[in-house]
DNA sequence: GCCGCAATACCCCGATTGAGGTAGAGCGGA
DNA sequence: TCCGCTCTACCTCAATCGGGGTATTGCGGC
């Protein structure tokens, strides 16, 4: 019975990726690859258009994030269930996903059998986080949070921006910037913006691009 | 006739793109998956002890990268064909990559199809560069090359590290440190380190790790 | 209503950084 | 052999940055 099968729709910007995922899942009697999509809005929009019984998410997609096409698509949908499957190992990327309604979130060292299996439980409404990803989500929540702000002057110095730039491009004063950008150095534990940068990177809280 | 298959060997580190390469690969009838590695040690090990007609390699490898790879693989064996099949769109790691005997340079945007084309071509002795990399190549060509310390002092310039620190690291002056951070900032056209770090992640000159 | 937090802004001061020089030693190619 | 490049090192000066304060406004939760 094709009607019984699980509807996935598979979201990632690398068109080999895709097309390997796609093979992949497509080999299970159980379910078919209803759709693929490369962007967030094409996520966003093949979501409505398809209702798949499960999506399954990069968050590392260009003008959309994966991240922002999981909202948008949680927003219409509280009973979505959208599986993150990314390279991205921050805490920050992990956290951010789940709490903004991701099923479970999977790294692509995932081995395929094991995609399957989560596939699966995540349609029939299990919710099972990998050990290693729950173990980096309880290091996050020992984590001091940047506030919004904080992390909008963070982008702008990893951008290369100088203080003084950076209050004009936000209208605040470079004084300002100055105090923001001392509370992310306590709170990420550095003494300089490189470093801070650097962190950042690494915990998911900014990423390239 | 297996015989007569173009034997591959697959590096990439995550499992998942791994599994759905070897899937794509050995869907088709002229060749077949011989092996797979996740790791740049590794990779040089299977490739002395399988022979592979062609390997495909990701750049993005922990421990020993996919550059490192193969350097060590061209340089046991001139003859080695290795396909790079990697998201990084730099113009440096382009160039270091086909510098040190890569075939050809794929993205993981490439779909299946002209994967499977680029494998036969490969095989049969040609180094079909794809138009995309041609041009980041020529760009490439117009760029000032960094130094072999230049590029030393940026990544450490990267890890968080004062001028002071790299010098003591370095076992140079501080001074000195100042001077290959001046002319790194003229050859990437930037008049900070951090901005110097950012276009530095971009061009593929440094890597997140 | 009060407390805490976020965001704003200003102060001082020492450390660090960036931009401008000059210059010698060593090495490899023309 | 000589030229050019790289790495090394030092100098000066102005700009920027980081660490230490204090303080006001506004908002949301208890």
């Given amino acids: 019975m094709s009607d019984e099968r699980i509807r996935v729709l598979c979201v990632d910007d690398h068109r080999i990726v895709r097309d390997g995922?796609?093979?992949?899942?497509?080999?299970?009697t159980d379910m078919t690859v209803v759709g693929v999509a490369a962007t967030g809005e094409e996520a966003v929009a093949l979501f409505h258009q398809l209702r798949p019984d499960v999506t399954l998410m990069d968050l590392q997609l260009?003008?959309?994030?994966?991240?922002?096409?999981?909202?948008?698509?949680?927003?219409?949908d509280g009973a979505a269930r959208v599986i993150v499957l990314t390279m991205y190992r921050g805490d920050e990327d992990i956290y951010r996903a789940l709490n903004d309604g991701a099923a479970t979130y999977l790294l692509k060292d995932t081995v395929a059998d094991d995609l399957i299996r989560v596939i699966r439980a995540v349609h029939a409404g299990e919710r099972?986080?990998?050990?290693?990803?729950?173990?980096?989500?309880?290091?996050?929540?020992?984590q001091p949070a940047l506030t919004a702000r904080e992390v909008e002057v963070l982008e702008l110095v990893y951008r290369g921006h100088r203080n003084k730039e950076i209050g004009a491009l936000l209208n605040i004063s470079e004084e300002t910037v100055r105090v923001h950008l001392k509370n992310v150095f306590l709170k990420l534990n550095v003494s300089d913006r490189t470093a801070a940068v650097n962190v950042a990177l690494h915990r998911g809280i900014l990423h390239l691009g």
């Fill in 21 to 28: 995922l796609a093979l992949i899942i497509s080999q299970q």
């Fill in 62 to 76: 260009p003008v959309m994030s994966g991240l922002e096409a999981i909202r948008q698509i949680r927003r219409a």
């Fill in 128 to 142: 099972p986080i990998p050990a290693e990803i729950k173990a980096r989500l309880d290091e996050h929540a020992d």
